[in-house]
């Protein structure tokens, strides 16, 4: 390769170019002193920028970052999240919509609901993008940049499924500590990730910052009920309380020691012994049996689901559950106009609502039915 200096003009605009977009580090800066970044030492795969380094424009000091696998890479894993990093490169296209399963987007719809028309032309951040089950949706709903930001090695799984998207763009970063520009974005949202962090309200709050004053902020985390109970109280009501507080504890006490464990015993345990459990929890009665062991088993949906989301359960270090008015208070005290809560699925708290408007609102159109997911059966 040549000199830096020789061929920093030409390599500068040709990895605009091969980005499509402009946008594409318009919105970048040093997360340690928010200075504008220039780019150093390209290296090229098929084409595009495979490896280098952003270094800041600061005058007192130059931090530098490096770009891997076409990716800007401002963080390591933390501990926390270390099991997500695993469980998204094992699990990469599972949660994937396809022709079979439209779970995500069914999710979606229910749980943020911002249309083609809503997402058209404009540019989107996901905190905890994961293996991009929702940047996928966004990204195909016209969204002009779709900008998926995770802390762990779940964007070198994201950025495999969709590398050749021209309108998407994977971050490895620290949501508490964003490389960011403030009041950039017009849509920002997190779909079952806050909750796995150790301030869910602060990463609210950073993502609510990042977007400009006509944005709108969506975000869905775990709900303390977790089944749809009838208002009229009843004895029967009541039972089924309580099995599921029952069910809750099961759950707490297995993630005492499987928290424990290292993370790829957890993954040996998903791969083959969960399928046994996903099968015999298709059988009537014997289906029980599984309740004794650490799972997390669907009996309409593919046994990859099972061992993923069972890993999800058990190998989790932190996990936090909400009530609709503890999020309706983050949104209050973020100024959040036009607050909308959604009639998402059992077991989700799910709201959305603007920076900044003076516009009447629509809210028939978010008056749905809660999807019935195979995965909750």
Request: some cysteine; hydrophobic content about 40%; aromatic content about 16%.
């Amino acid at each position: 390769m040549n000199s830096i200096l020789s061929n920093y003009k030409f390599d500068f605009e040709k990895f605009f170019l091969i980005l499509m977009k402009k946008e594409f580090l318009d919105f970048l800066c040093c997360p340690i002193c928010n200075s504008q970044f220039s780019l150093h030492a390209l290296d090229e795969s098929n084409g595009k920028i495979k490896t280098g380094s952003l270094a800041c424009k600061s005058k007192k000091h130059t931090h530098i970052f490096k770009i891997e696998n076409f990716i800007p890479r401002f963080v390591r894993s933390p501990k926390y999240a270390d099991s997500f990093g695993l469980q998204w490169n094992k699990f990469d296209k599972t949660q994937l919509d396809n022709k079979l399963f439209n779970e995500s987007e069914l999710r979606w719809d229910s749980e943020i609901g911002w249309n083609k028309e809503d997402l058209n032309n404009k540019t989107i951040i996901e905190f905890g993008s994961g293996a991009g089950r929702f940047i996928d949706l966004v990204s195909k709903r016209g969204a002009d940049l779709a900008v998926g930001v995770d802390v762990t090695s779940a964007v070198d799984a994201a950025q495999e499924s969709f590398k050749d998207r021209d309108n998407v763009f994977f971050i490895q970063a620290d949501i508490f500590n964003p490389p960011i520009k403030r009041n950039y974005f017009d849509f920002g949202y997190s779909i079952g990730v806050l909750h796995h962090t150790p301030d869910p309200e602060l990463a609210f709050r950073i993502l609510t910052s990042l977007l400009n004053h006509k944005g709108q902020i969506g975000v869905s985390l775990y709900e303390i009920a977790l089944f749809e109970r009838p208002n009229r109280n009843s004895l029967k009501q009541s039972t089924i309380e309580l099995l599921w507080a029952i069910n809750l504890w099961r759950v707490e006490f297995f993630r005492v020691f499987t928290t424990r464990l290292p993370k790829k015993i957890m993954i040996i345990y998903c791969l083959y012994f969960v399928p046994f459990l996903h099968y015999l929890n298709k059988i009537p009665f014997l289906r029980y049996l599984r309740y004794f062991s650490p799972s997390t088993c669907y009996r309409k949906m593919p046994v990859d689901w099972s061992m993923c989301d069972t890993f999800d359960t058990y190998a989790t270090e932190i996990a936090h559950m909400y009530r609709h008015k503890d999020i309706f208070l983050w949104f209050m005290k973020s100024n959040i106009q036009k607050i909308i809560v959604h009639n998402s699925i059992p077991g989700w708290v799910s709201l959305t609502g603007f920076i900044s408007c003076s516009e009447e609102i629509n809210y028939k159109r978010y008056i749905v039915n809660a999807p019935k997911l195979k995965s909750i059966n």
